[in-house]
């Protein structure tokens, strides 16, 4: 029901940015948490950065003062600034949205993932 998709990837020097954007199929403010997830090889699927509902944002520790997730509503857009970026940043990342779809479930969509690569 949401098409979600992904692009900003790409290979960069630590210490540098990189921004990832991620254009939703339809309204935003239809679809109640987006964000962005993370794999690096061998490692579980982890949380960088979500809107929640009533826009409050989440972060992971690690990158904390280093990315800021934003959103364009009039594009259905949300983006991924990567500042300071470390090779521990290096991963496939993921765009998520969640939609609620009853009053205990929320149905998750996925981007088909585009790939940080950060270079020493």
């Known amino acids: 029901q949401v098409q979600l998709v992904e692009s900003g990837g790409g290979l960069v020097q630590a210490g540098g940015s990189l921004r990832l954007s991620c254009a939703a199929s339809?309204?935003?403010?239809?679809?109640?948490?987006m964000g962005w997830y993370r794999q690096a090889p061998g490692k579980q699927r982890e949380l960088v950065a979500m809107?929640?509902?009533?826009?409050?944002?989440n972060y992971a520790d690690s990158v904390k003062g280093r990315f800021t997730i934003s959103r364009d509503n009039a594009k259905n857009t949300i983006y991924l600034h990567m500042n300071s970026l470390k090779v521990e940043d290096t991963a496939v990342y993921y765009c998520?949205?969640?939609?609620?779809?009853?009053?205990?479930?929320?149905?998750?969509?996925w981007g088909q993932g585009t790939q940080v690569t950060v270079s020493s």
């Open positions: 998520n949205a969640k939609v609620v779809a009853s009053v205990t479930t929320e149905y998750d969509y």
């Open positions: 339809r309204s935003i403010f239809t679809i109640n948490a």
């Open positions: 809107f929640r509902s009533g826009g409050i944002t």
